[in-house]
Every structure is written in structure tokens, then in C-alpha cells.
């Protein structure tokens, strides 16, 4: 009984040992933290598989060979990290100033959109001039996009989260209303729900032959150490920090929390516009209704892994491109359903909404 | 008295992170009485009956019921040993009707239907005999602040339970709602019930309590019968005189007017105003101690001046220029340095380490700290060891999470900031709650030295010891207004307390 008790005590030690001496190394901390989410997510699903009689050893197989394991997997799931890098910056960077900004799908919508009408009405323009110009289109018809939650928010109390999440309907529709009309392609009834495409010159450059990864990851990649420095090494990255982590405080201190609200959701959208500019330009070549699938919503998952940290950004970007390069090789080899990875990352959600809420009681009644 | 107590609560030990809450505290009381438990903000009244009330688990201690032991681990245990509580806000329904707001969460059986019927049948009863002004029909959304309290108790009584606390009960209602409160307690109690009445308005506890129990610091003081004691004696007893040494204040002149407040009227929750027409003036090298029992207006006032709060009517000038609109920034450019009563989540950033919170102001107010964009992190270096030590914080590494730091060193970086960043006019709100001795003499004699460097202060504590020692000045503020001004020479704590109980008043 008492040796019982002496080991117990030696167990509490040395655990807050560990977790003292973590707290150093967050980084490093927060690389294992999610590891372990992982597993037990895929452990998850794997319990859900084995009782949904599948054979779950042959999908993990494709879902690596087609992701991880194979050159071609490597670079399909390249091609889908590039635009989950903006997107997962984008909601990374206004969770960093506390601010929900669920509009990344929409943003990314208007930005796509802003930056095919800059290609097909300027076509005559150098790939010098274009391609800036049709990201700079993208940047601002996000920025703005971004601003209207915002601003309802400071001016009537309206929730962003809410209102950001229902522009994103706004957004999708009304750019599926204007290739369908205003923008179809001529000789068509808009029934292909697509743009012309655009002029050659605004193509991104290709990085790898035979793959869709183009010099707009390296944009993402950019993006990502930009924004890294920004919040680590600025006065407006450690005002952003101070008003996401405690806005009273910051308030106390001097700072003018919606100003920060305001410039963080500007720099959000900006980002998702010019990811959405960047999948058009690289990918698609012209802009097609609902070419996203939903790229945005996986933004608010990879920001989750990553903690809102831009550099963790890219390792989250990366796992989760690959796991969507890997659900269209499951659901094209097998048969599997694609929805197995929406599965997983339901669970992945739930596993780090359930930590965070068990550290805020914990932090709760401690104080 | 030979009854068997209600209610015995032994050595009851409570400990948080960064306080001790509850310090040995043994506590007893008797059916057919009423007894309260006063004590300023924090001084461990409501952790001791969120541990009756199972909502916390103390680290230590017994708790008896009807004289025999009990393990509250939970409020259904509690229920289930006749233990109730109202709480200061009501958790109602609005949408549904009284009676659906009472049984739930205890849903009455009729077969299988709900027994509505029967249930109203007995709840209709409790009402009769207690004279409630209650229709079960009515919506919860119908009905004033003090029927949604009646709900409160009634929902109480409907459980079974003869043990109630009442937490600040009070606090939201009017002289009506409170006169007719009173009148139902009295009348509970005559039937046998057990009142634990929970407040800090002292006048209220007098009027309605047969026992009168006093918490400071997480201690119990005493407990007193009513007709035994005195309002002095308990308000003495609530603010304390606490042994720390005596500080040594050296002649200092004072000089211009710093902080000018004319008029001031602030507006609180349901358009009150819990500042009225309040004037003021600190000098250069002089220390305003503003005395008064905690809920007077201070916490209002303080918000006023340091820009959380809007300015109703009046004016608050710092160096003879009108601030009423300032923002954040421009006060503390100003020179308005401010110690708020809440250093964990106001004072400081939690999340952030030692050395940012020690440099917010600079870098934020100033570019000193910055190379061009970026922010120079050889110089915050220096700056936060330097503060480090010229304030003697105990810190293993400036980088280390703030959180880490204990109550008094946290207390630390909070002045270092505020004093280092050249103020005119420190504004000190509560500035030693909850500190150690050692720590709290640190703090006032920082407090002295600042007023020595020609800082003019306004300092505002419910801790009337603080207040004597470390003021030139004193006003007494009660609701909202000054109603006494002191020189520190000539007075005492007897001359003081009548004035804070709104008793007497000079103007």
C-alpha cells in the first residue's frame, strides 16, 4: 500500500517533470502532441473500418502507395498541399489575433474568381505584368470578402463566425451565377458553369514534370516564413499575439484590439484570395463553379494541427494534402469511399477541440 | 446551545495555485437561524460554500450534516443531503412557464406521462405557506428580478432540502425586493430551515442575520451573535489590521495638479450610476487614498479613468487636459501608469512569458525596442534583465511562461512595467490583494518611492491599513460618492468607518 502510494507520487513526478521541461521546447511539444492525435485517430478509424467489414490493411496501403509512397503520389499530394498552405494560413493567422475566420472557402471563391476576370479581361498583357496583376485582383476581392465580418462585427455585435461562414454560400453562388451568366463562355448557355480559359501567359511555371505542382508553392512556402517573422519578430505580430491571447490585457496596455481584428482579417483574406488566384492560375487555368471541394473547411483542419503556428502551417498542409491525394487514390483503386478521409479528419477535430477544452477547464480552475 | 448543528464545517483547507483559499476554516450553524458570512471580494466566502455545496473539493477538512460526516463530492450530494443553493444569478428558462422551470431537472411521474398535476398540487402548497406572490402559469419571461429569485428558492424548497444558501442575494434587487426577500427568510427560518446568508453589504446583514461570521484572507475571524457586536467592530474586522511594518514616508511638498476629476458620473448595468458626480485632485508627490467598502464605485471609477469604461457626465482632466475621449493609448501616453486589481487577467498576459509582459508598454507606445520593423531582441533582452533585477523579480529565465511565477513576482513584473515606462500618475487599484507580507511591503514601498520620484497616485483599496499608511489624503467613497476627506495625520479607523457605511458624511 505505501510502496503503492511512493510509486504514484514518483508517476505525478516525473510527469510534471516531462511537462515542465516541454514547455520549453514548444515546438517540439506540440510535433509530438499531434502525433499522438494522429494515432489515435487512425486507431479510430481503423475500429470503425474493422466493424464496418473493410478491409482496412489494403485501403491504408493505397491511401500511402497514393500519397507518400510513390513518386506520382509525392506530387498529387504536392499539388494539393499548395492550396491547403493558404488556406491553412489564412485561418491560422486570424486565429493568432482572435478572430474565427470560417470565410476561407468564400474567400478563396472571390479571390479565384477576381483573379480569372484580371486574366480574361487583360489578355493581351506580358506574363510580367498579368500575373501580379491578377494576384493583386485576388487580394483585394479577398481582403474585402474578409472585411465584411468584420465590420459587421465591430458596427452591430454580429458574430463572425456566423456571418463569415454565410458569406461563404454568398460567395460560391454568386460566382457560379456570374460564369452562368455574365462570364459563361461565349457559344455556351453557361451550362459548363466554367470561364474561358485563361491566356497562356498567366500560367503558373510547373516545378516537377507531368504534376500539377507549380511555383505557387513556393508562394505558399514564402508566405508561411513571412508570416512566421511577422508574428515572431514585429511589434504588429506581438500586438496580434497579445490581443489573440488576452484582449483586455492588450486593451490595458494600450493596444486597439479591433484595429488588430480588423488589419488580421485583412491579412487572412488577402491570403485565402491569393490562394484561390494561385489554384486557378497553376490548376484549373479557368474558373469552374465549386472547384474547391471544400479546401477552405480543410484550412480550419490543418490550422488546428499546426496550433495557428505558419511554420507548423506546412508540415499540417502537407499531411492533410496528402491525405486527399491519398482519398482519391483509395476511392479510384478500391472503390473506398473518399468520405473515409473527411472520417478521419472529423475525428482528428474532435480529438484536439477535446484537449484544448480540457486544458481551458484545467486552466480554469486553477485561477 | 444543546441543538445537533445543521451545518459543521472542520478545518476546511482549500488551496489554488496562486492562493490559499480557504485556511483552516471551521464553520457551524444551527436550524432556525439565520447566518451570514461576510468579507470583501475574495476573502474565501464563496470557495467555502462552493465546497458545501460540492462544487469544490477541499484539499483538507471535514464536513458534517445534522452532526454526522459527509462526502460532498458533488451538488447532487449536496441536494440529497438537504443542502440548497440560490444562486446570485438565476439559471432560468425564460421560454417556459414557472412550474416547468421547477420540476426540471426532477421530473415528477404520473405512469408514464409527466405528473404535472401532482406537482403543481405540491408546489401550490409550498407557496400557500410561505405566502410566495407566485402564479405557476406564468412565464419566467414575465416576471421581475425578485419573482425570478422567489422561483429560485421555490425550486429549492421543492427539492426537500431545509439547508439554504443564499449567495449575495441581494446584489440584484431593489429596497422592495429586498424588504420583501428579508421577510421570507425570516419566516423560512421560523419553520425550521437553516439560512447561510452570503453578502458584503453590511447594513443587510444587520438587519436580517442571527449570527454573524467574518472571512478574511481565506481565514475565519470569528463568529458573532448579532446583539454582541457592532458594525465598527465588523467592518474592522472584515478590512483588517494586518502586522506589517510600519513605513517611513519622507517630507514631500506637493506640487501641480495632475489628476483633475470634476463631476464624474459613470453609468453602470440597468442605467444606475455607480459614480455620481464625483471631484477629485491629486498633486505631484502626493498619494489620494480613496477608502470604502468594496462595491462603492471603485471598480467604476477606476475603469473611468484608465479608459474601459465610457464617461456618462464630467470631465477628468490629466495635466489640464480633458481625456474624457482618450483611447488606451493616448491615456498611458498621457502618463497614466495603472495597477488593476486583477493581475492574472488584466495585469498580465498569461500566455506570454516574463519578458514580454515586462516590455508591453515600450512596445507597444514606443519604437525604442525596434530595429526599423523588427523588433530588437538584444535590447528587450537587456531592458527585461535590467527589471529583472532593479525590481528583484525571482525568475529562472526572462522567456519563461509568466505563468510560472508566483502571485507576488507576477505583482513585480506588473510595477516594473507600469513604473519603468516614465508615468506622472499611478493609479494603484487593490495593488497588495492577495499577496504575501513580504511581498505587499515590497509593493507599498515601491508605491513610496514612486510618490518620492514625483509620481502623484491615486490609490484605491478596500485594505483601510494600506490606505492610513501609505496616504497623504484620504476620501472615503461611498455609492458612488465622496462623503469624507481625511488629512492622514489627524485620523483613525474609528473616525473612518461610519462614513464607509454611508452612516455619516461630510458633504
Known amino acids: ?367 | 446551545m444543546k441543538e445537533i448543528p445543521s451545518v459543521e464545517l472542520i478545518n476546511i483547507v482549500k488551496r489554488f495555485p496562486k492562493a490559499i483559499a480557504n485556511d483552516h476554516v471551521n464553520f457551524v450553524c444551527y436550524p432556525k437561524l439565520i447566518h451570514s458570512v461576510v468579507g470583501e471580494n475574495g476573502a474565501g466566502k464563496t470557495t467555502l460554500m462552493n465546497i458545501l455545496y460540492g462544487m469544490l473539493q477541499p484539499d483538507n477538512g471535514a464536513i458534517k450534516i445534522k452532526g454526522k460526516e459527509k462526502k460532498i463530492n458533488s451538488p447532487a450530494d449536496a441536494i440529497n443531503c438537504g443542502i440548497n443553493m440560490v444562486h446570485q444569478y438565476m439559471l432560468q428558462m425564460p421560454d417556459l412557464t414557472i412550474l416547468e422551470n421547477i420540476i426540471m431537472g426532477q421530473i415528477p411521474r404520473d405512469g408514464i406521462i409527466i405528473g404535472k398535476k401532482k406537482a403543481e398540487d405540491e408546489i401550490n402548497k409550498i407557496i400557500e405557506s410561505h405566502n410566495f406572490n407566485l402564479k405557476l402559469e406564468k412565464k419566467i419571461r414575465e416576471l421581475s428580478i425578485g419573482q425570478m429569485q422567489q422561483v429560485e428558492i421555490l425550486k429549492c424548497l421543492y427539492k426537500g432540502g431545509d439547508i439554504l444558501i443564499f449567495d449575495e442575494p441581494t446584489s440584484v434587487l431593489t429596497s422592495m425586493e429586498t424588504k420583501r426577500l428579508f421577510n421570507i427568510l425570516r419566516s423560512l427560518a421560523n419553520k425550521g430551515y437553516t439560512i447561510i446568508f452570503i453578502s458584503h453589504k453590511l447594513n443587510e446583514v444587520f438587519q436580517i442575520s442571527d449570527y454573524i461570521s467574518v472571512m478574511r484572507t481565506g481565514k475565519l475571524l470569528g463568529t458573532m451573535k448579532k446583539e454582541d457586536t457592532t458594525p465598527n467592530e465588523i467592518v474592522r474586522l472584515m478590512i483588517g489590521r494586518s502586522m506589517s511594518s510600519r513605513i517611513v514616508k519622507k517630507e514631500a511638498p506637493p506640487g501641480n495638479v495632475i489628476l483633475r476629476i470634476d463631476k464624474l458620473s459613470v453609468k453602470g448595468l440597468h442605467n444606475t450610476l455607480p459614480i455620481k458626480n464625483l471631484s477629485l485632485e491629486v498633486r505631484e508627490r502626493e498619494i489620494i487614498g480613496i477608502a470604502g467598502v468594496e462595491g462603492n464605485g471603485q471598480k467604476e471609477l477606476v475603469d473611468a479613468l484608465i479608459g474601459l469604461r465610457k464617461v456618462h457626465k464630467g470631465k477628468i482632466y490629466v495635466d489640464n487636459i480633458c481625456i474624457n475621449n482618450f483611447d488606451n493609448a493616448q491615456r498611458r501616453k498621457m502618463g497614466i501608469a495603472f495597477i488593476p486589481d486583477d493581475r492574472i487577467n488584466i495585469g498580465s498576459n498569461m500566455d506570454s512569458s516574463v519578458v514580454e509582459n515586462l516590455c508591453a508598454l515600450k512596445l507597444v507606445l514606443s519604437s525604442q525596442l525596434q530595429n526599423g520593423l523588427i523588433i530588437n531582441s538584444k535590447k528587450v533582452a537587456e531592458v527585461g534583465w535590467d527589471l529583472v533585477q532593479s525590481y528583484n523579480i525571482k525568475v529562472k529565465d526572462i522567456y519563461e511562461p509568466i505563468n510560472n511565477l508566483s502571485g507576488g513576482n507576477i505583482q513585480k513584473v506588473l510595477l516594473a512595467r507600469e513604473l519603468s515606462a516614465n508615468p506622472k500618475l499611478l493609479i494603484a487599484y487593490q495593488a497588495t490583494y492577495g499577496l504575501d507580507i513580504a511581498a505587499t511591503n515590497y509593493v507599498r514601498k515601491q508605491i513610496i518611492k514612486a510618490r518620492e520620484t514625483g509620481f502623484g497616485t491615486l490609490l484605491i483599496s478596500a485594505d483601510l491599513d494600506e490606505i492610513l499608511m501609505l496616504s497623504d489624503k484620504i476620501l472615503v467613497i461611498s455609492t458612488g460618492q465622496i462623503v469624507g476627506s481625511f488629512s492622514s495625520e489627524e485620523v483613525t479607523e474609528d473616525m473612518i468607518a461610519p462614513f464607509m457605511l454611508g452612516l455619516k458624511r461630510q458633504f
Not at chain 1, 19 to 34: A, C, G, P, T, V
Not at chain 1, 78 to 90: D, E, N, S, V, Y
Not at chain 1, 230 to 252: E, H, P, R
Not at chain 1, 325 to 352: D, H
Open chain 1, 1 to 367: 500500500m505505501v510502496l503503492k502510494l511512493i510509486m504514484e507520487r514518483k508517476i505525478v513526478k516525473a510527469k510534471a517533470f516531462i511537462e515542465n521541461s516541454l514547455k520549453y521546447f514548444s515546438f517540439i511539444h506540440l510535433l509530438l502532441n499531434r502525433l499522438l492525435v494522429l494515432i489515435i485517430a487512425f486507431l479510430l478509424l481503423t475500429v470503425l473500418l474493422i466493424l464496418t467489414k473493410q478491409n482496412f490493411l489494403e485501403i491504408y496501403y493505397i491511401l500511402a502507395k497514393s500519397s507518400i509512397l510513390t513518386l506520382g503520389g509525392i506530387k498529387s499530394s504536392l499539388r494539393w498541399m499548395t492550396p491547403l498552405l493558404f488556406a491553412g494560413l489564412a485561418v491560422a493567422i486570424a486565429f493568432k489575433g482572435g478572430v474565427f475566420n470560417i470565410g476561407v472557402e468564400g474567400q478563396l471563391y472571390v479571390g479565384a474568381f477576381a483573379s480569372t476576370w484580371a486574366c480574361i479581361t487583360f489578355p493581351f498583357l506580358s506574363k510580367i505584368l498579368l500575373i501580379p496583376l491578377s494576384f493583386l485582383a485576388a487580394i483585394i476581392a479577398g481582403s474585402i470578402w474578409a472585411f465584411i465580418p468584420i465590420l459587421l462585427k465591430f458596427k452591430f455585435k454580429a458574430n463572425e463566425i456566423i456571418t463569415s461562414l454565410m458569406l461563404n454560400y454568398i460567395a460560391i453562388l454568386f460566382t457560379e451565377w456570374l460564369v452562368r451568366y455574365p462570364y459563361a463562355a461565349p457559344g455556351t448557355a453557361g451550362e459548363a458553369v466554367a470561364t474561358v480559359n485563361i491566356p497562356e501567359a498567366a500560367h503558373l511555371a510547373k516545378l516537377m514534370q507531368g504534376s500539377q505542382v507549380t511555383s505557387g508553392l513556393i508562394i505558399g512556402l514564402f508566405l508561411c516564413i513571412i508570416m512566421f517573422l511577422l508574428i515572431k519578430w514585429t511589434k504588429l505580430g506581438y500586438m496580434i499575439n497579445q490581443v489573440g491571447t488576452n484582449a483586455i490585457f492588450s486593451k490595458y496596455i494600450g493596444i486597439n484590439p479591433a484595429r488588430i481584428s480588423y488589419i488580421v482579417m485583412i491579412i487572412s483574406g488577402s491570403i485565402a484570395g491569393l490562394g484561390g488566384a494561385v489554384e486557378i492560375l497553376g490548376v484549373q487555368w479557368r474558373y469552374i463553379t465549386k472547384f474547391t471541394i471544400g479546401l477552405g473547411f480543410d484550412g480550419i483542419v490543418v490550422s488546428l494541427l499546426a496550433n495557428n503556428n505558419p511554420l507548423g502551417v506546412v508540415i499540417a498542409s502537407f499531411f492533410m494534402g496528402a491525405l486527399k491525394s491519398g482519398s482519391f487514390g483509395i476511392e479510384r483503386r478500391i472503390g473506398a469511399s473518399r468520405a473515409l478521409v473527411t472520417v478521419l479528419q472529423g475525428i482528428i477535430i474532435a480529438l484536439i477541440t477535446i484537449q484544448q477544452v480540457y486544458m481551458y477547464r484545467k486552466k480554469e480552475i486553477s485561477s
